[in-house]
């Protein structure tokens, strides 16, 4: 039976190899419809009312429809996905608003019904402009964008595995030379196997101890 299950058990990825790729990734790729594809590689940010918007959003928005669609489709019916005030605000910053309206008045998206009363909701239906246009893949550069996904991603692993929270705050990927001080996985399993070779001199290790007890008192 452990046989079995060691058969059967996946590998997991070290942590530390998770943490050099995130380092070193620079760049997300992205699906969005095709057309919205052409007016983001041609604009950085887009006017809304007397602020600006910026590109690299509207793709990871529309990327966030995309996924969406594909885990609710068959559950409510058509094309609706419901999108959270609350959650959008987290994820966009107080100019969500922006970005849904940019997507409504380009014939991607059209609210579906009213408010959710208590729920800070509304629900919207992807448009044939948006689902049969086709989808490009948008490689997006954005910093605070590509640090945002580093996050999460890092969240998502400790809350998985228990991770410690200082070394997640450690990681800082804009400062290669902020480097979290914790022992990696692979120096800690030669560590671990060397203490089953170790032989302790009790003796002089109770006479070690009395010494330095002797220096703090």
Same mark, same amino acid.
């Given at each position: +039976?452990?046989? #079995?299950? #060691? ?12 943490? !050099? ?15 919205? $594809?052409?007016?983001?590689? +041609? ?18 928005? *529309?990327? +966030?429809?995309? %996924? ?17 005030? *609350? ?5 966009? /910053? ?6 849904? &309206?940019?997507? #409504?008045?380009? /014939? ?18 992807? &448009? ?12 997006? !550069? ?8 580093? &996050? ?29 001080? $914790?022992?990696?996985? @692979?120096?800690? !399993? ?11 001199? @009790?003796?002089?290790? +109770? !006479? $070690?101890? @009395? %010494?330095?007890?002797?220096?703090? %008192?």
């Amino acid at each position: +039976m452990i046989d #079995e299950l #060691e058969v059967n058990k996946k590998p997991v990825t070290p942590f530390y190899i998770i943490e !050099e790729t995130l380092r070193n990734k620079k760049e997300i790729i992205q699906l969005v419809p095709k057309p919205l $594809y052409k007016v983001l590689i +041609m604009n950085k940010k887009l006017p809304w009312r007397d602020k600006h918007i910026k590109t690299a959003t509207i793709a990871t928005l *529309s990327h +966030m429809l995309i %996924t969406k669609y594909n885990q609710t489709r068959g559950k409510q019916g058509d094309n609706l996905i419901t999108l959270n005030a *609350s959650i959008l605000q987290k994820k966009f /910053g107080c100019h969500y608003k922006g970005y849904i &309206t940019f997507l #409504e008045k380009s /014939g991607y998206i059209k609210r579906h019904g009213r408010y959710l009363a208590g729920q800070h909701s509304y629900k919207y239906r992807l &448009t044939n402009k948006f689902l049969k246009s086709g989808f490009k893949q948008y490689s997006n !550069e954005d910093a605070v964008t590509i640090k945002k996904y580093k &996050t999460n991603v890092l969240t998502a692993i400790r809350n998985k595995n228990a991770i410690s929270a200082d070394i997640i705050k450690g990681l800082n990927f804009n400062n290669n030379d902020n480097i979290p001080d $914790y022992i990696h996985e @692979s120096i800690r !399993e030669k560590l671990v196997l060397d203490l089953y070779n170790v032989t302790i001199d @009790s003796d002089c290790a +109770m !006479e $070690y101890v @009395s %010494t330095i007890k002797g220096r703090a %008192t």
